[in-house]
């Protein structure tokens, strides 16, 4: 179900770009899940965050911007939030089903 991005307020869009971000740490947060000695998700250069977004961008309707801002998100989900990443993944596909694999 497609809705108007467009339409919605600054703040949801942010919203829109973290979650699109959390999507995009899927395979990132299984892998790191199924290592015993990584509790936490690992991290990558920026450079890396920027290209995949970039590539997400170009395969929705919607244009999805890197920046420091939205680095910072990824940084709070992958860091002090991470323990709350796998919830948020599961919700994923309810609340962004634009996303579809």
């Keep these: 179900m ?4 467009w339409g919605l307020l600054p703040a ?9 971000c959390v999507i995009l740490f899927d395979l990132q947060a299984q892998s790191a899940a199924n290592t015993p000695s990584a509790g936490r998700p690992k991290k990558f250069p920026p450079i890396y965050y920027e290209y995949r977004i970039e590539e997400l961008s170009k395969t929705t309707p919607i244009r999805l911007d890197y920046n420091a801002d939205v680095q910072k998100y990824i940084d ?5 939030r991470a323990d709350k990443l796998s919830k948020y ?9 634009i996303f579809e694999a």
Excluded at 12 to 20: C, G, H, S, W
Excluded at 76 to 80: A, K
Excluded at 89 to 96: E, G, N, P, Q, V
């Design 12 to 20: 949801r869009r942010l919203l829109f770009i973290v979650f699109a």
């Design 76 to 80: 709070l989900y992958l860091d002090s």
């Design 2 to 5: 497609l809705f108007r991005f």
């Design 89 to 97: 993944l599961a919700l994923k596909d309810f609340y962004f089903p």
